[in-house]
């Protein structure tokens, strides 16, 4: 199973929109709407920001939105902030019943 | 409180084995999957496998299944996962993470584990 495929960076300035694409198959992203994201800052675990596509857990901001289009998902950081910098991963199940990651994106807010 | 402990740092020859241990506290055990992932220094997150504590079941990524092994202790509320024949490229931080259930949805993480492989 390859990993699925991310910019491996992106830049915006403070307030502005960015967008990560995350792309797959169809075996993977393409088949099933189970794709989350991850924010990971340096030397901390991974935190949940999107789940089942679209889907934001409580306490996650709304400035955070997913979608998907065939076997493209993206996620969407309006509101650019200092706080987002950071490194975001997708993962997607397959049909194979396992998991797996995107290739990461660094997020540089300008 | 709700949280995922891990065991401690480990360094470990090339060709030993080393199992890592995920105690979880604050919630039902057996309730919810515990996923494994690993994430090499620089490098991105990777997704091993998963196991689901009330049964046992385990699933792992093609490329960790003759050499990684996930078990339980219901007992004690704990998962392990095992991993054998290290090499070098095995070095990396491996956190257990709980989700509802197969699919890719982690609330929860331990802190990490780091496992170093040097002779």
């Known amino acids: 199973q390859s990993a699925l495929t991310q910019p491996a960076s992106v830049s915006g300035s403070p307030g502005r929109s960015i967008t990560i694409s995350c792309t797959g198959t169809s075996s993977d992203v393409g088949a099933y709407n189970y794709v989350s994201w991850y924010q990971q800052h340096p030397g901390k675990a991974p935190k949940l920001m999107i789940y089942d596509v679209t889907n934001r857990p409580s306490g996650v901001s709304d400035r955070f939105s997913g979608s998907k289009s065939g076997n493209t998902a993206s996620l969407t950081i309006s509101g650019l902030q200092a706080e987002d910098e950071a490194d975001y991963y997708c993962?997607?199940?397959?049909?194979?019943?396992?998991?797996?990651f995107g290739t990461g994106t660094k997020v540089t807010v300008l | 409180q709700v949280q995922l402990v891990q065991s401690g740092a480990e360094v470990k020859a090339p060709g030993a084995s080393v199992k890592v241990s995920c105690k979880a506290s604050g919630y039902i055990f057996t309730g919810y999957y515990l996923h494994w992932v690993r994430q090499a220094p620089g490098q991105g997150l990777e997704w091993m496998g998963w196991?689901?504590?009330?049964?046992?079941?385990?699933t792992y990524a093609q490329k960790f299944e003759d050499w990684v092994t996930t078990t339980r202790d219901t007992s004690i509320r704990t998962a392990y996962m095992e991993v054998s024949s290290l090499k070098s490229d095995d070095t990396a931080v491996y956190y257990c993470?709980?989700?509802?259930?197969?699919?890719?949805?982690?609330?929860?993480w331990g802190q990490g584990t780091l496992v170093t492989v040097s002779s």
């Open positions: 993962i997607s199940y397959t049909s194979s019943t396992t998991l797996v």
């Open positions: 196991i689901n504590p009330n049964s046992g079941v385990t």
């Open positions: 993470a709980r989700g509802r259930d197969p699919t890719p949805q982690f609330d929860l």
